[in-house]
Nanobody
């Protein structure tokens, strides 16, 4: 079974930075489209950023140039560099992996890492 493990969350002051990592195992990491989502208490889970297997990037509007998503297929790892963090970035951040095979979509989620931004 595919396993995704996030790390790098924590408590940071407004304006600070964090780097999240997501390590995938038991998967052909390089063929998966990967993404970061976040969910604040009482709110829906939203896409933050995504990167396809071919390296195409997408960011949510609220990122406003502050975050950078990247991947290292040799290390089976995806990253999210978050700069100039704001209190509204406080949420649990989830790693997501998706691939389409034989007309079926396979989705996998990590357990999440919490990010708290104090004002």
């Amino acid at each position: 079974q595919v396993q995704l493990v996030e790390s790098g969350g924590g408590l940071v002051q407004s304006g600070g930075s964090l780097r999240l990592s997501c390590v995938g195992s038991r998967m052909a990491f390089e063929v998966y489209n990967m993404g970061w989502f976040r969910q604040a208490p009482g709110k829906q889970r939203d896409l933050v950023a995504s990167i396809t297997s071919g390296g195409v990037l997408k960011y949510a509007d609220f990122v406003e140039g502050r975050f950078t998503i990247s991947r290292d297929d040799i290390k089976n790892t995806m990253y999210l560099q978050m700069n100039n963090l704001k209190p509204e970035d406080t949420a649990t951040y989830y790693c997501h992996a998706q691939r389409n095979m034989f007309g079926t979509t396979f989705d996998y989620w990590g357990q999440g890492t919490q990010v708290i931004v104090s004002s």
